[in-house]
Each structure stands twice: as C-alpha cells, then as structure tokens.
C-alpha cells in the first residue's frame, strides 16, 4: 500500500491527507513529528533526503513536494478522481497550476509566518515578538487574502468556477494555520468564509475537523519542542527564519 509520511501540523501535510481521505485513496499514515525533530531520523533520512514532509512512497517509487504528490494522485487515481479536481481542460489546468505557483511564497508563506512567529518566537528568540515584526506579517497576510479574493475567486464559488479543485484545497490549510495561534484570517471577510464553508461541505466537516484536531491544540507546541532532544537543533534553524 501506498505510505504518505505526514505531520497534521504542516499545512502542505493537510492538503495531502485530505484529498486522499476525502477521495478515498487507500494509504498508510506514516507520522512525522516535527515538533520532536523526527525528520531528522536516521529511519526518515534514508525515505527523504529533503527531510521535510509530505513524502510519498508508492513501491520504490519516493516523491516528495505536496503539489506534484496532489497531481500524482490524481493522475494514478483517474479513473475515481472527477475531472474537475485538477481539470485535463489546457486552460482550466494552467489556473489550477497558477495558483499553486502563487500560494509558496505568498499566502503559504504570510501564513506560516504569523503562525511561527506566534507559537514559537518566545522560546526560539527568548524575547517578546517585536510589534513591528508581527505588524508586518499580519499585513502581509491580510495583503495575500485580498490577492485570493480578488484575483483567485472573484466572487466565484470555487477558485475554478462552480466545482471545487486541489487549489481550494491547498488555499484553505493555509489559511486555517495561523487559526491555530489565535488569529482568524477569515474575520471580516464574509465572502471568504461562505468559500470556507463550501470548501468544508465539499470534503467533509468531520474529515476537516479531524485533519486539523492537532493544530487547534497547538498551544502546547512550544513546550513540547522544547522538551524534545532536538530542540538545540532545531533552535539555530529557527532563528535564522525569525531573523
């Protein structure tokens, strides 16, 4: 069987689990934890020398990178996947794809920022968040956020039309990780959150709410690392991202 290496933590990790649950795409869960250092295991180094998740093992097979597992599943599992996950249509693909391209260093990376500054700052910096530090990735977010309602939905019921696709999918756990400290990234913002809605209806509420238990009880995140061996490790690592 298929093995899926995964941290509910990560979002990409998300995207990934939900699509294969929501599709009923047979896989082992393998877990990863991030937070205690496991990727960088002897056992998870020889799966992955990116040492990062998600990872995908199918036979010999290892492929690593959230997006090109989601377009490897769907195109092993064609023949169960509706078309309109990620469309065979040219253009419809190249939105999907656009979107994709855009959400790494934009809404994925605004998002993680606040989370990571959020949860972890305190312990990784042993100081304060500065207010103009956390400022300017609060902004930074709600700039991301505009660009998604107004270029990517426009008003439409899904970032491709009327059908959901991987892309809301991997919008919607991104925006869903800085929920996880506190901040609701869809406050204010009532088309955003009909478009939440649709999305949750579309996999399922209780698969989403499974797939995201571990990040609404992140609150004990910064202890946990700190309790773990790796944590002098992963402390440098850290800092370099904070500075």
Known sequence: MMELYLDLMSPPCRSVFLFARALRIPFEFKVVDLATGQQYSKEFGDISIVRKVPVMKDGSFILTESTAILEYLVQKYSGSVADHWFPADLQQRARVNEYLSWQHMNL???????FLLRALYQIVMDSEIPKETMDFAVENVKQSLNLLEEKFLQG??????????V?????????????????DGFEGRPKLIVWRDRVKKELGEKLFEEAHEALMKSSNMPQKLKNS???????????????
Do not use: W, Y
């Open 229 to 243: 061996g790796n944590f002098a490790q992963l402390k440098p690592i850290l800092q370099k991202f904070f500075r």
């Open 156 to 165: 439409k019921p899904f970032i491709l039309g009327d059908k959901i696709s």
């Open 167 to 183: 892309a809301d999918v991997v919008a919607i756990v991104e925006i869903m990780q800085p929920f996880g400290t506190g901040f």
């Open 108 to 114: 994925r990376a605004h998002c993680s920022k606040v």
